[in-house]
């Protein structure tokens, strides 16, 4: 572990509730720091949208500011991270967003306008500048907003990799099988009575809670948004940066106001379900593609098809016919901040003395994760 010691917190014990990127990353940074940690998950693995992602560390889309500085800072941090510990696979892969019209093109070279496009890397090239850079494209497109600070971890692996790392430190607890109900002064107390007190206490609770857990989150200006991804069989070739289509300027905010005026309105079911076209490949070749932004309903439990086939036409229309077929599809649920109540990046509160909640980053979580573990302990 190479980031650093902090003599300060050399004696401390913290105690970190929630298995997903944001808890296993405030462990991390708390091991390298020379704290002691105890970190509790639910599920005996995690299961939520932390290893139901595309590992994208995305920069290109970021609002201007504060959330493209940490996004700027989680990138060095990941690749930092990924000195020490391989496994999680991180790759500087750079990404293109792939523009098929006129309108497109305008939103594409407005980007590169922007006081952020030399810190993002943003490059817009032509279509046989993007063949060049990503030959395996073979699709329909006329240019691609290339951003070099775009990169990858391997979600799926990621969170034991970084695990396994922490147990050789011999100051790291792991506690599965651990429900979080209830909190007092500098504790937790979780489903078997048990109490773990700590120096500092943070909770990294994902989207699906219930009980004590959902209490916390009643008044706070968080909502739940529902996701659809998929994930091809290997494709026989690699494809050497992250794509996307158009349809992403509509929901990043880096973007969004002139896609807003310039772009013409999305198909009705891709609108309802705000889809847009991200594909990250695997480490093992297959593609993951996705994903809808959906307002999640409590009690809703299916997951109707139109979405992905809009989404499987896209990445085809992208990739051409070396698209390969679906072998699995899956659901997810993540945290966001509610931006008709809040400007804020992520939820930071603390709940009672020494014990601090953070969430909310949804969406940008796998991306964000070590900029916000780290202003945790700054």
Not at 39 to 49: F, I, N, Q, S, T
Not at 57 to 77: I, N, Y
Not at 97 to 114: F, K, M, Y
Not at 125 to 153: H, K, S, T, W
Request: hydrophobic fraction near 40%; charge should be negative; aromatic fraction near 6%.
């Amino acid at each position: 572990m190479t980031l650093g010691l902090d003599p300060t917190m050399a004696r401390q014990r913290v105690v970190v509730v929630g298995g997903g990127i944001l808890g296993t990353l405030h462990a991390y940074l708390a091991l390298e720091r020379g704290a002691e940690v105890v970190h509790l998950e639910r599920d005996l693995v995690p299961m939520g949208a932390s290893v139901r992602n595309f590992g994208l560390v995305w920069v290109s889309g970021r609002a201007e500011g504060r959330e493209t500085e940490m996004a700027l800072r989680a990138r060095e941090l990941w690749e930092t991270i990924a000195r020490d510990v391989p496994d999680i696979k991180f790759r500087a892969n750079g990404s293109f967003t792939l523009v098929n019209d006129e309108r497109e093109l305008e939103v594409a070279q407005r980007a590169l306008q922007r006081p952020g496009a030399i810190l993002r890397g943003f490059d817009l090239m032509n279509r046989a500048q993007v063949l060049m850079r990503n030959p395996v494209l073979r699709g329909e497109f006329i240019a691609g907003l290339y951003c070099e600070r775009d990169a990858a971890v391997e979600s799926r692996l990621a969170l034991s990799a970084l695990r396994h790392a922490m147990i050789s430190t011999g100051r790291y607890t792991y506690l599965a099988g651990r429900e979080l109900v209830g909190v007092r002064d500098g504790a937790v107390i979780d489903h078997r009575g048990e109490v773990h007190a700590g120096d500092r206490v943070f909770l990294c609770l994902g989207a699906s809670l219930s009980g004590f857990a959902r209490e916390l989150f009643e008044s706070e200006p968080v909502r739940s948004v529902r996701l659809q991804m998929a994930e091809t069989e290997p494709l026989a070739d690699t494809l050497t940066t992250a794509i996307a289509n158009a349809d992403s300027f509509r929901y990043y905010p880096q973007f969004r106001a002139d896609a807003l005026e310039l772009l013409t309105e999305q198909e009705a079911t891709a609108a309802h379900y705000a889809v847009q076209l991200l594909v990250q490949q695997r480490c093992h070749g297959g593609l993951t593609i996705g994903d809808t932004h959906e307002g999640d309903r409590p009690g809703i439990f299916d997951a109707p098809d139109r979405p992905m086939d809009i989404i499987v036409a896209s990445a085809r229309r992208l990739i051409g016919p070396a698209m390969p077929r679906i072998e699995r599809r899956w659901t997810g649920v993540y945290h966001q901040m509610d931006p008709t109540r809040s400007d804020e990046v992520y939820l930071r509160r603390e709940i009672v003395s020494g014990v601090t909640i953070i969430t909310g980053a949804g969406g940008r979580g796998m991306t964000l994760a070590p900029a916000i573990a780290e202003e945790s302990f700054t």
